[in-house]
């Protein structure tokens, strides 16, 4: 469901100026995304605030760090009051996690069927993250399934999101 004003638990995306936004378009190209308009993801919580991942590691922002740009606020259709509390206490045991640019190597070597030793564990982990990773691991940690195609644990990027997410059928 697409939303025009955010509510806590819902999924903000974004685009990322200058070059990093652009490795991340080229990343999400390798991943079969093409060259979507979102290249970032984040989650919204209470008072205006969101959680981000970024690469210091994730933070807590405020929403209007976007102010300067377009925002798509997503989420499932119907979700209630005590699940919007579990996804944003389910994303704040995130904050601190390191970034990892790796990550969209990885996604793209799986793509690609490259047989790399570790790929699907390296994928997998919590301990690195992207910012559609975490996002997706957040709604999945508040018991919330965003995707049932049976891809691997933590092999989604921003278009993913959105592009399961911003059908108002879904």
Known sequence: MIRT??????????????PV??????????????????????????DDQLIEAEPGGAQ?????????????????TGLTPAQREAIVSCALKYRDVPYSFLDYAALAAHRFHLPVPGLRAYVESTGHMICSQLCDQTYKDAGIQLFD??????????????????DPTR
Do not use: C, K
Request: aromatic letters at 10%; zero cysteines; charged letters at 15%.
């Open 60 to 76: 807590v922002a405020p929403l209007s760090e976007y102010d300067d740009r377009e925002v798509l606020y997503l989420s499932p």
């Open 21 to 46: 936004g652009r490795l991340i378009q080229i990343g999400q190209w390798l991943n079969g995304d093409g060259f979507g308009p979102y290249q970032h993801a984040f989650i919204v919580l209470p």
């Open 5 to 18: 004003e955010p509510q806590p638990g819902d999924i903000g995306l974004t685009s990322i100026t200058g």
């Open 149 to 166: 195609d049976g891809r691997w644990e933590g092999y989604v990027t921003p278009m993913d999101l959105h592009n399961q997410l911003a």
